[in-house]
T-cell receptor, first 116, second 113 residues
């Protein structure tokens, strides 16, 4: 009964390749996110989707393209991978904000991407 | 803009020691404040939160009080355990601006047996 799942857990690939990371949540949440965590553990938001609509699009290279086929899934496609893309990518989701649950996010286990 | 500043780690303590991890914030509106914890090899989990001034969030023996006058949300625990070793992130979300969560840079905590 995993809440937020990501595949693959590890991804090792060559520079220049195109790869995708998948995320699924079974919490019934409307909003999903992609974060990038670098080697120093710094966490930075990349994208946010609400009900399949792009809400937050931070300054990331346009080689990164999120796709949300439905509100339970948010995939991340990366073109022409570069060495600097090596990081751990986390998917997260959040539900309708209430006074008790305001913007509480639930994170997936992460995908460690290594670009050689 | 909004920001979160937390003490740099790593922080190394012996088991049963008292823990404080400092966190201060800058926000234009009235943010909600959070502490998330990341155990080795896992994603982040919400540890505790506070949504308005003077609220105290608590969970698993950890506490943090929302101090508007000092714009702080310091994390404390009276007696740490080896199992508390993790990275701790202070964060804020400001509904008055753009709703996204802004995380601090994280503080790695090592607890020695």
């Amino acid at each position: 009964d995993t809440a937020v799942s990501q595949t693959p857990k590890y991804l090792v690939t060559q520079m220049g390749n195109d790869k995708s990371i998948k995320c699924e949540q079974n919490l019934g949440h409307d909003t999903m996110y992609w974060y990038k965590q670098d080697s120093k553990k710094f966490l930075k938001i990349m994208f946010s989707y609400n009900n399949k609509e792009l809400i937050i699009n931070e300054t990331v290279p346009n080689r990164f393209s999120p796709k949300s086929p439905d509100k339970a899934h948010l995939n991340l496609h990366i073109n022409s991978l570069e060495l600097g893309d090596s990081a751990v990518y986390f998917c997260a989701s959040s539900g309708t904000s209430t006074a008790e649950t305001y913007n509480e996010q639930f994170f997936g286990p992460g995908t460690r991407l290594t670009v050689l | 803009g909004n920001s979160v500043t937390q003490m740099e780690g790593p922080v190394t303590l012996s088991e049963e020691a008292f823990l404080t991890i400092n966190c201060t914030y800058t926000a234009t509106g009235y943010p909600s404040l959070f502490w998330y914890v990341q155990y080795p090899g896992e994603g982040l989990q919400l540890l505790l939160k506070a949504t308005k001034a003077d609220d105290k969030g608590s969970n698993k023996g950890f506490e943090a009080t929302y101090r508007k006058e000092t714009t702080s949300f310091h994390l404390e625990k009276g007696s740490v355990q080896v199992s508390d070793s993790a990275v701790y992130f202070c964060a804020l979300s400001d509904q008055g601006t753009d709703d996204k969560i802004i995380f601090g840079k994280g503080t790695r905590l090592h607890i020695l047996p």
